[in-house]
């Protein structure tokens, strides 16, 4: 189906008009055409009976209505014909506008046949992705925050649904959008003001970069985006310090879960990388670093390194024997793949991790594999912007996964005499352990407390 016919029938479930005497939206016409798009997708017949609709749509309703609504199938059946979507087959006379007991004797004298329009049940019979759009306008408008798969699975609609993360099926990258309006309506950036989509539970599902605050700092590939809250929005800048509560803590989550993040650029970003009219969506990003730091106006801001997802991969570097401790890299070099990417030096991973026999230095544990031991080599500060630390062996440690991630979160740091302060709790040593023939610098554990310098409790817990 043309783009234009799915907008207008994403359109026409907007323009329902549904009770909202409660303070929310009444659900019984969203699920009579969840009802017949099902049909649709199983290939039923288009038109029912109203004696043979009731039952089925009376249970439907009862079920995944609102709660303490009563379930009254007569309604929605007839309500419908109102819209571009819906139609009454074999009726004598005007349609009644009154709902009870007239209404009801009504569908019983006449017993019409109702379902959808015939070229709506043609198009969402033939075309999954247009009846999944029109699914999830209807889920977005009237089911938001809610798990959908038991309705689903009632109304016929088996195929997997959209559930918010990653790429939004139909839609390629650099695919414009003229307002905020028209991203929520695609599900690619639901909020309409919002530069964070997510939960502190579930992590983000997007976010947009348009110039709206003063920190973001735009390499293309790289982003340092500034967390959401304490904004004056007529100037841009900030009048108060952020908190790491709503988007800020989803963006935390989605660090920790190692999910994509969807990227729209506005117009208002910076040029080199922004459309000139509207909205673009730019593709996935992961979240690789977050810390706090005071921004241009002098307010504490969150910050977040994302960086694009490869498009290749790189080829591995050999990995040598390590008698000695390499030199490594004060100013790691870049390569040009598609992307700029740094190369990070595998003979100081390696010499750090063997030189410690792949023991953790915060736990003492080391993990035996079917192919030998392992344990991770973890950057103290950085390498990437725009932080830029060495790849040198100073700036490197050994550790367990677990802690691994609990220092890059700023939930484990280390003191100038290796002291080591958890906020996650579980065992550990008293201070990081230290050889000879490797020598944690000093400067890069200072670095990393300035940036974790904020107390951890209002963070979410890793997952």
């Not at 089925?56 to 609504?69: A, Q, T, V």
């Not at 309006?181 to 997510?198: D, E, F, K, M, Y």
């Not at 509207?278 to 810390?291: A, K, M, P, S, T």
Request: hydrophobic share 35%; proline share 9%.
């Amino acid at each position: 189906m043309l783009q234009e016919g799915v907008e207008e029938l994403c359109a026409a479930v907007e323009a329902l008009r549904v009770d909202h005497s409660t303070g929310l939206p009444a659900r019984h016409q969203p699920i009579t055409l969840l009802w017949g798009l099902g049909r649709a997708a199983t290939g039923h017949p288009r038109l029912v009976p109203w004696t043979d609709a009731r039952t089925e749509l009376r249970r439907l309703l009862s079920k995944y209505g609102r709660p303490g609504s009563t379930p009254s199938p007569e309604y929605p059946f007839v309500a419908l014909s109102r819209s571009p979507l819906w139609e009454l087959d074999g009726v004598t006379g005007e349609v009644p506008q009154a709902r009870g007991s007239k209404l009801r004797q009504w569908l019983t004298a006449q017993n019409p046949r109702g379902g959808l329009r015939d070229d709506v049940y043609t198009t969402m019979a033939a075309d999954p992705a247009a009846r999944q759009r029109v699914v999830e306008a209807l889920l977005l408008r009237f089911f938001d925050s809610e798990d959908p798969s038991g309705l689903l699975h009632d109304c016929r609609l088996t195929d997997p649904v959209f559930d918010g993360f990653g790429a939004v099926p139909g839609i390629d990258l650099g695919h414009p959008f003229a307002d905020r309006r028209a991203l929520a309506a695609a599900r690619v950036h639901r909020p309409n003001q919002a530069g964070i989509c997510g939960t502190a539970e579930q992590g983000a599902e997007s976010i947009v970069v348009s110039g709206g605050y003063e920190d973001d700092e735009d390499y293309g590939d790289v982003i340092v985006y500034t967390g959401q809250g304490g904004r004056d929005p007529d100037t841009g800048r900030q009048v108060r310090d952020q908190e790491l509560t709503r988007g800020n803590a989803a963006l935390v989550t989605s660090l920790a879960t190692g999910a994509p993040v969807r990227v729209v650029r506005g117009a208002g970003g910076e040029p080199e990388y922004s459309p000139p009219t509207g909205l673009r969506y730019d593709g996935l990003f992961r979240v690789e670093d977050y810390w706090s730091e005071r921004g241009r106006s002098g307010y504490l801001v969150w910050r977040y390194r994302l960086t694009q997802l490869p498009q290749t991969a790189a080829a591995p570097q050999p990995t040598m024997p390590a008698p000695r401790q390499p030199e490594g890299q004060q100013a790691p070099p870049r390569t040009r793949v598609s992307t700029q990417r740094i190369v990070r030096s595998t003979a100081v991973a390696d010499f750090v991790k063997r030189s410690h026999d792949y023991t953790c230095q915060v736990c003492d544990i080391r993990l035996a594999t079917p192919t030998g031991a392992y344990a991770e080599a973890a950057h103290i500060k950085p390498l990437g912007r725009p932080h830029v630390g060495p790849d040198i062996t100073a700036n490197v440690l050994c550790l367990c996964p677990n802690h691994h991630v609990l220092f890059d979160l700023g939930m484990l740091t280390i003191g100038d005499d290796l002291a080591i302060t958890s906020h996650a709790g579980g065992p550990h040593r008293d201070r990081l352990r230290e050889i000879a023939t490797h020598q944690i610098g000093r400067e890069y554990l200072a670095y990393h407390r300035t940036r974790h310098s904020t107390p951890r409790s209002a963070a979410p817990p890793p997952r």
